[in-house]
């Protein structure tokens, strides 16, 4: 009896050819992708036993998942193309990470911890919001909180156009703070401190879920495991 085709044809062309799932769609459908010698059409499933191929050249099934945790300097951007004068942080990563996608992307602005992975089940897990995963920034802003805007905040959320947005706040020194936080919306804590009459100076991340940086230092980065 022949193995059941399980497996799904785009997210094994992702991972082995290192391009997102819609690239490998547009590969089967040009119909450059062949599974056992005959053409694969969208959604197309295989087993580990089926033979693969783009443009008559065999897809390898040897990549193994790899994850990377970055310390991202100000300044470069979570994505793969320059945007104006702003480098891609594939600009500081040696090459052979150019095919890991960013897991829990930082603004231009903003730095520190940042995870690389070519396993999108773990990207899935860090990145859903159902999953909870706590994250930490260290953030300095241009005057000191006002302690009622601090309560709005961590009581009852500011209310943004995408709704309202609710975290922990630590004052550390000055106007610098520690906001520990389970969302992640897009720049969520630049705006919420803009929709207060702030300006962020700096924000930083510290901890991703189970990943901290610890004392890595601004463009450095390491394997890690699985957590």
Do not use: W
Not at 45 to 52: L, M, T, V
Not at 56 to 81: E, Q, W
Not at 90 to 101: E, F, G, R, S, V
Request: with cysteine; charged share 25%; glycine share 8%.
């Amino acid at each position: 009896m022949s193995e059941p085709a399980q497996l799904r044809l785009n997210k094994q062309l992702a991972l082995q050819l290192g391009i997102s799932r819609r690239e490998a769609d547009e590969l089967i459908e040009r119909e450059q992708v062949t599974i056992n010698g005959t053409v694969a059409t969208l959604g197309a499933r295989f087993a580990n036993s089926d033979a693969i191929a783009v443009k008559g050249t065999p897809v390898s099934d040897s990549t193994a998942y790899k994850y990377v945790m970055f310390n991202k300097p100000i300044g470069y951007v979570c994505s793969r193309r320059d945007q104006g004068d702003s480098p891609t942080i594939y600009a500081i990563l040696p090459p052979q990470y150019y095919t890991l996608k960013p897991v829990g992307r930082l603004d231009k602005d903003s730095s520190g911890l940042i995870l690389l992975s070519n396993d999108g089940d773990f990207a899935y897990r860090m990145t859903h919001p159902k999953f909870v995963k706590t994250k930490v920034y260290q953030v300095k802003l241009d005057r000191p909180l006002a302690p009622l805007h601090q309560q709005m905040i961590s009581d009852h959320g500011i209310q943004l156009e995408d709704g309202p947005s609710r975290f922990t706040i630590i004052r550390e020194d000055a106007n610098t703070y520690e906001i520990t936080m389970h969302e992640g919306r897009n720049r969520q804590i630049r705006r919420t401190f803009t929709a207060l009459g702030y300006t962020l100076i700096t924000l930083h991340r510290t901890q991703f879920g189970n990943y901290s940086l610890g004392d890595m230092k601004p463009g450095e980065y390491k394997i890690v495991t699985m957590r």
